[in-house]
């Protein structure tokens, strides 16, 4: 199973990105996705998860800025990011967790995607 991430880039404050991660391989059913992101010197952080059911959560600093979304059918992941502040800049990274056709359960990371907002 592999995890494309793309959509990060240069914007300034107040700006807006889309992130996505897109899933292939090996796929029976892919569970929670989420992403995290991991800023210079810093731990990795949880931004937002969303269930298969559609149920999602996010940290409290992207709260009403930030959304989570999936297409099953595409077995996709987005992160649709709104009034973009210096302190979001950080390499956002998707996690996805997989039943794989040969009913193994795994978690897999994406490569990461830089996401650099400009004061």
């Known amino acids: 199973v592999q995890l494309q991430a793309s959509g990060g880039g240069l914007v300034h404050s107040g700006g807006y990105l889309r992130l996505s991660c897109a899933a292939s391989?090996?796929?029976?059913?892919?569970?929670?996705m989420a992403w995290y992101r991991q800023a210079p010197g810093k731990q990795r952080e949880l931004v937002a998860t969303?269930?298969?059911?559609?149920?999602?959560n996010y940290v409290d600093s992207v709260k009403g800025r930030f959304t989570i979304s999936r297409d099953n059918a595409k077995n996709t992941v987005y992160l649709q990011m709104n009034s973009l502040t210096p302190e979001d800049t950080a390499v956002y990274l998707c996690?996805?967790?997989?039943?794989?056709?040969?009913?193994?359960?795994?978690?897999?990371w994406g490569q990461g995607t830089l996401v650099t907002v400009s004061s």
């Open positions: 391989g090996s796929i029976s059913r892919i569970r929670d």
């Open positions: 996690n996805v967790a997989v039943t794989r056709r040969d009913y193994l359960k795994r978690i897999y």
């Open positions: 969303i269930t298969d059911g559609g149920s999602t």
